[in-house]
Structure formats: C-alpha cells, structure tokens
C-alpha cells in the first residue's frame, strides 16, 4: 500500500472505495500522524478526533458515499466547525460561543465523503502574510521548521505540505492561499471572486475574501473544487450560477490554449528563485512572450486600502474597546486604516471597475497569465525585512505584492509550486469563472513535472 | 507630510472614532497610516471620468 500520509486525496478514496483500506483507518493514521508531528508544524489549533472517527464509521457502514469518501481534510481556524468557537487566529474571538452549524464548505466536502479532521492555524484575523500567530505561536515550515509558512493560511500550507492531511481549505483576501502554497511547495486554488459562498466563515474585507483548497495534487483541488461548487444564499457575493465542474477537462491538454508571460511589475522586485520559478513554467509552457497589465502598482495600492479600511470598519467594535488584545502587527494597521479618507477609498472601488474592464480587454488577446506567486521562498520565522531591488521593505505586507494585483478583481488562479531547495510557486491567472483553464494548464505542468509538490527532504 | 501633521491627524481621528492610542503605538499607526495614504495618493491620482462606477460587489 502506498504510504498513506503522502497519498493524494484521490488516491486514499480509491483504496476506501475499493475496500482495501477502511475510512477508519484512514482516520485513526491521520489522527496519530497528527499527535506525532504536529507538535513540531504546529499547524493545527483543534483536532476533532470524536466526530472524525464517527464520520469514518458512518462511511464504513455505508452511511455515507461520493468522490472523496474517506478523505481526511482541515480548515483554517476562521471556518466554522461545529462546537468549535471560531477564532479566525485571534484572541478575542475564542470567547465567543461555539459554532451551532460547520461552515457551507466543510457541509459539501463531507457530503461528498471527505471527514473533517480538525481547525488550522492562522495570522490574526487573515490580516497577514507570514503564518506566524501571537497566540498559538507560528506554523512552521515542513521543508525547513525554521522558516515561515507564509500566510494568512499558515496551518493550511504546513499540515498539507507535512503530510498530515492531503487536503486542506484556506482564505484568499490578497494572496493568503497563495502565498502558503508557494512558500509551503503546493498547489493551492482561489477560484473567482463569488463562486464559492464564504457562508458560516469569519470574514476579513467582504469585497475581496475568496475561499479555496490547498492540495498535493491537481487533482485533490479539482476534486475539492467540484464538491464546494453551488450557490448558497448565506453570501450575499456568492454568484448565482451553475457548477463549471473541472474534473471532466483536466487533462485535456493546452491544446488552443494562448498562455503568456506577465512582464513589468512581475519582473521587478523579486529574489532570483522567483524569477528562476517562472522561468521554469515559461520554458515547460513554451511560452515566448511578455504581457504588460495595466496600472498593476496601483491597483496593488487599490488593494491594500480597501483591505485596510473595510478590515478597521469590520474590527472598529473591538479596537474601541480591547485593542490590547490584538496582535499588535495588526492592531497597528488596522487603526490606521480606521483612518483613511473616504474620497481614497470611493476612488478605489471606481478604480476596480476601470481595472477590471481593462483586464478583460487583456484576456481578449490571451486565454491565460503566469506570474511569480511571492517575491522569495520562505523567510526566516520572525524575520521583519527584506530588500527587494535595493530597498529594504517588511516582509509583512510584501509578500502579497504579486497576489495582490489579481485577487483586486476576482480572478481565478492556481498555485503551482516549483520544487527546489526551499519550493515557491508560480500563479496561473485565468479569464473570471474560468478555473478549468488554469488547473488544465496546471495539471499540464504536473503531468510533465515541472510543478511539483515535493516532499519535504526529512520525510523521504 | 511630517509626523507632527500626522500625529495631529491620527489624534483628531482617535478622538472621533473613540480610539485609544497608548504611546507605544504611536509610531506603528503612524508608519502604516503613511503607507496607506502614499497608496492612497497614488489611487487618487488616477484620472476616472465622472461617471466611473465603483465596483463593490452587491446583489439585492
């Protein structure tokens, strides 16, 4: 049998689905893998060994069937779970109440047979890009404990690149799939801003939060992806449209497929690995040129406000009254962005409908668009700067520098990662409700091993 | 724009918004309230036609 820790999602639902393997024991390897490695990774907050091995029953007796039965998955921390208070990394929000219902998304991965296993770790409120958390301590790196997993879904990246769980959901609001993906060697999906409903999670900025998997494989999202599709009517911003499943075109090639290469503010600001990563990707997509997107650094900055502002309006409640219990890396700016002038931010949101608009006339020429996904490989844990170009920045708010641009408007993209030393990854940028282009192209580059979620060198 | 002009800012501010800054913030907030609005400055200079709309995302 193929270890089981390091089998894909896919494959462990074969070998349930086949009877060569029972979901209880699925479940009990996944929940001692856990208790053995997780004190290192510290990627998990709670484990929900009970109902994980009631769930696991329930498949073995028949209860319960679909594409991923038996699957062990987790969640960032600001999904809700079920008698779980939703913390979304935060110290203030482990006071509330416990969660009467779990969150849309763990609702449809389990309808579909996958057995939650337990909440991830997270930076405070997603308001980060590091993984490192103030209260429950960082989530550390599988491919080198000493270094950061990225986030804001820090536990996401770490207990899936760990070998802990084959799948795991994360948040997206300005990179925060992925940026983990990338520093943590996965691929990682944020879908189309509105197609899946962001029902029963603890938001950040509801112009800009997206939700997504982060897998081993292209498969296990696609897989992920098609059970979470549909409407919900508990997001207002969630889209009502129907299901594009994915799973069916994977491996259709890219064949008819006009692929290009993001030149100018993508090939700027950013350490050698990064641009040696999409390097890799050009050569293996045999992609021959560049494109220029329009007014990128600005809609970085469009961005960065509307995150800023709507995070303070989300949080002023609490900043008013126990702003000593935030994190100060986020209580400090989200102040500050309490503050911004509105005549900014007004302009902001017109300035996404322009940006918008002018991408789209780009995507007339182009099916798809790659790029890095973070300036660097991982940081060191608790490591404040870095110089990009001569100027020395915080590591903090600039990881996100080429996540940002993208997920401003909405569009789809995949992760993939480059294996190395340390992995990072490259963004697949597709047309809006267009997943199905960006996770061909990404199995593609699978199938031929220039994307690869490697294992890390200690767990060979 | 000098720390003094944004101090007085953040103060007036604070007061409004019912905001409590102990000292040692002080200097955080107003390192990311400079960011925010050099990002700020770069938004507004983008010339937009009047009837630009904006782009939040709400269905009735």
């Not at chain 1, 799939?177 to 197609?195: D, N």
């Not at chain 1, 170009?389 to 520098?401: H, K, T």
Request: glycine share 8%.
């Amino acid at each position: 049998m193929t270890d089981i820790h390091w089998d894909s999602a896919a494959g462990i639902a074969a070998s349930v689905a086949a009877g060569t393997i029972t979901a209880r024991a699925v479940i009990e390897a996944t929940l001692g893998r856990i208790a053995e490695r997780d004190g290192v990774l510290n990627a998990f907050t709670d484990v929900t060994w009970a109902r994980a091995l009631a769930r696991a029953d329930a498949i073995d007796a028949g209860a319960v069937s679909g594409p991923l039965a038996g699957v062990p998955f987790a969640v960032k921390n600001l999904f809700d779970v079920a008698e779980l208070p939703t913390r979304a990394g935060s110290a203030i929000n482990r006071e509330r109440a416990p969660a009467e219902r779990d969150s849309v998304l763990i609702e449809r991965l389990e309808r579909a047979g996958a057995v939650l296993v337990g909440a991830l770790n997270m930076g405070e409120y997603a308001y980060d890009f590091t993984g490192e958390n103030l209260h429950d301590g960082p989530s550390r790196n599988p491919h080198d404990t000493t270094r950061m997993t990225g986030g804001s879904s820090g536990g996401s990246g770490g207990a899936v690149a760990g070998g802990l769980v084959p799948l795991a959901l994360g948040s997206d609001t300005n990179g925060s799939i992925r940026v983990p993906a990338s520093l943590c060697g996965l691929f990682g999906l944020k879908p189309t801003f509105g197609r899946l409903p962001r029902s029963g999670s603890f938001p950040f900025v509801s112009s800009l939060d997206h939700l997504g998997p982060l897998a081993r494989s292209v498969r296990d999202l696609a897989l992920a992806y098609d059970a979470m599709q549909g409407h919900d009517v508990g997001d207002p911003a969630c889209a009502d449209r129907p299901a594009d499943p994915v799973t069916p075109t994977l491996d259709s090639g890219l064949s008819g497929l006009r692929i290009a290469r993001a030149g100018g503010y993508f090939r700027a600001n950013q350490m050698p690995e990064a641009t040696a990563a999409v390097d890799r990707i050009a050569a293996a997509l045999d992609i021959r040129r560049d494109i220029e997107l329009p007014e990128v650094a600005r809609a970085r900055a469009a961005a960065y406000l509307i995150t800023t502002a709507e995070g303070a309006a989300l949080h002023l409640k609490r900043l008013r009254s126990r702003a000593a219990d935030f994190d100060p890396d986020v209580r400090d700016r989200l102040i500050a962005g309490a503050m911004i002038p509105a005549p900014m931010l007004i302009q902001a949101q017109k300035f996404r409908r322009w940006y918008r608009d002018a991408m789209l006339r780009l995507f007339e020429g182009v099916d798809a668009i790659i790029a890095p996904a973070t300036p660097c490989s991982a940081p060191l844990l608790g490591q404040k700067t870095f110089v990009l170009d001569g100027v020395e920045l915080p590591v903090r708010a600039n990881m996100g520098i080429f996540t940002q641009p993208i997920s401003f408007i909405g569009l789809p993209v995949v992760a993939v990662p480059v294996a190395g030393t340390m992995p990072i990854a490259v963004q697949i940028i597709a047309p809006p409700w267009r997943e199905d282009i960006a996770l061909r192209i990404a199995r593609y580059l699978e199938s031929t091993g220039a994307a690869t979620a490697q294992r890390p060198a200690d767990q060979e | 724009m000098t720390d003094a002009t944004l101090d007085a800012f953040i103060d007036a501010s604070a007061a409004l918004l019912g905001l409590t800054i102990e000292p040692a913030w002080r200097a955080p907030v107003r390192a990311n309230l400079a960011v925010s609005l050099r990002m700020g400055a770069l938004v507004l200079d983008f010339p937009l036609h009047d009837d630009a709309e904006p782009a939040p995302v709400f269905v009735a």
